[in-house]
């Protein structure tokens, strides 16, 4: 996207040479960064979008309007799962916010007939893996003093920068080498059992 952009506007050649230098180095944004004291883990992975039933702009909640992860995934800090907002919590504000908005009202219609929006699945790992929300949430963030604003650092470091998303896409490949090398890198433990049941 950011290429495409470039190429658009007229460069003159010198600059058109040093962008393409900078672009053959680094990647196109620049991955959020890491809470202090924590290696992340290496490894990224292309998801392909995921078509929803409502187009969900993490973007906008996040990024514009600076409501935190855990605000919406309130059980990543208690559960093994983080979970999706029920869609009376959208209405608390999307009763008076953007109502003129065709996907505000097709929501609107999911909670007046009480149901939720059918989420697809983003992230899924095997059943034979076990995989904790609260332990890693509790690790970096509660143990590490981590301002419970940066969470999304934390949340980074296993699903990239969602809030740059108007969609969420898997970004990191979540395999077993991806888990296993940020164990040993930041005293994760190391035995199969942990992690397989
Ligand atoms: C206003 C509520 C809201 C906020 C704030 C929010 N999310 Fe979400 N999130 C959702 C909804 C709704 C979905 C389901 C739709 C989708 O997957 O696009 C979702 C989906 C996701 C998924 C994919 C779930 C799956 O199926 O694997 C991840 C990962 C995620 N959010 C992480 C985050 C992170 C990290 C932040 C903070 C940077 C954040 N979310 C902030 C509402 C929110
Ligand atoms: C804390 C308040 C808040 C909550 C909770 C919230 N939103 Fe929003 N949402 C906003 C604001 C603010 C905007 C931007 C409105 C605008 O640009 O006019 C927005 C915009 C949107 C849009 C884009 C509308 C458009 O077409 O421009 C969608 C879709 C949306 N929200 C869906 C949801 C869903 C689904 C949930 C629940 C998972 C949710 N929101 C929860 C505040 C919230
Ligand atoms: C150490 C890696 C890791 C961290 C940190 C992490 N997640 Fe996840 N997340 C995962 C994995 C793995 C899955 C898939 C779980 C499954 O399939 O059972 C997942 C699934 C999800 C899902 C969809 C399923 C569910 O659990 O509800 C959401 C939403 C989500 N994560 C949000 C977050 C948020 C928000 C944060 C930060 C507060 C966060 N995650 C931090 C690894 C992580
Ligand atoms: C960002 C680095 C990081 C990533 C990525 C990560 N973990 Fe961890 N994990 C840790 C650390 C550190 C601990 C130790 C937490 C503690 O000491 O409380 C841990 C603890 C655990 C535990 C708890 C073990 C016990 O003693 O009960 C399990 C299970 C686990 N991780 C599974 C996974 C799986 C599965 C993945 C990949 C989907 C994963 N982790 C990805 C850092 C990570
Ligand atoms: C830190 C967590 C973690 C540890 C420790 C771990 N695994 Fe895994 N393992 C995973 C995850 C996550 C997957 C799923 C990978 C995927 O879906 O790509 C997996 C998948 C597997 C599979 C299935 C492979 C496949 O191709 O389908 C086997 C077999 C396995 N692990 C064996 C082991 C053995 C043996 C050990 C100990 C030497 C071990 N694991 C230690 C996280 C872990």
Not at 11 to 33: D, K, N
Request: with cysteine; proline share 9%.
């Amino acid at each position: 996207m950011f290429y495409k952009h470039v190429c658009k506007l007229v460069l003159p050649p010198v600059l058109m040479f040093v962008s393409m230098l900078l672009m053959s180095g680094a990647p196109a944004r620049a991955e959020l960064a890491a809470p202090p004291g924590v290696t992340p883990p290496v490894g990224t992975y292309a998801g392909a979008d995921v078509a929803q039933p409502i187009e969900f702009p993490h973007d906008i909640h996040v990024n514009v309007n600076k409501i935190n992860c855990m605000y919406c995934h309130t059980y990543a800090r208690r559960s093994k799962v983080a979970g999706i907002p029920p869609t009376s919590k959208c209405m608390g504000c999307h009763k008076m916010i953007a109502t003129d908005k065709p996907r505000i009202q097709k929501l609107t219609e999911y909670f007046e007939k009480r149901e939720s929006p059918k989420w697809k699945k983003v992230h899924d790992v095997p059943d034979f893996v076990h995989f904790s929300h609260e332990r890693h949430v509790k690790k970096f963030v509660f143990d590490a003093d981590l301002p419970v604003e940066n969470v999304e650092q934390v949340c980074g470091l296993c699903h990239g920068e969602i809030k740059a998303m108007t969609v969420a896409k898997k970004n990191k490949p979540l395999t077993m080498g991806f888990c296993q090398r940020c164990h040993e890198a930041n005293g994760g433990p190391g035995d199969c059992w942990k992690c397989h049941k």
